[in-house]
């Protein structure tokens, strides 16, 4: 059973800096595609990045280019989400998500793409 964790949310001001992790435990975490979406409050589940099973990133989000970053730590079976420079419409739920298809490169932005969901973690960003 794939089980996605997610930690590292919480109150941030405007400007300042957060990140995520996701750890992912029930399967060899190298051999899938990640990706983080997140749901602003009253609005839908959107994309934010995804990374390959290999290190490739997409940023399909025109609002995250140059603030956030994706990586992952396959030692350590854990996706990370780095948000820097934050605003205030990047307030919302964060949640990880993994794809079912071993070493599937074309992974798409939606979420049915994606097999496995963590339980979210909520950032505010706020004075």
């Known amino acids: 059973q794939v089980q996605l964790v997610e930690s590292g949310g919480g109150l941030v001001q405007p400007g300042g800096s957060l990140r995520l992790s996701c750890a992912s435990s029930g399967r060899t975490f190298s051999n899938y595609a990640m990706a983080w979406f997140r749901q602003p409050p009253g609005k839908e589940r959107e994309f934010v990045a995804r990374?390959?099973?290999?290190?490739?990133?997409?940023y399909d989000n025109d609002s995250v280019k140059g603030r956030f970053t994706i990586s992952r730590d396959n030692a350590k079976n854990t996706m990370y989400l780095q948000m820097n420079s934050l605003k205030t419409e990047d307030t919302g739920v964060y949640y990880c998500a993994a794809d079912s298809r071993w070493r599937r490169t074309e992974v798409g932005a939606a979420p049915s793409e994606y097999a496995y969901w963590g339980q979210g973690t909520e950032v505010t960003v706020s004075l």
């Open positions: 990374i390959n099973w290999s290190g490739g990133t997409i």
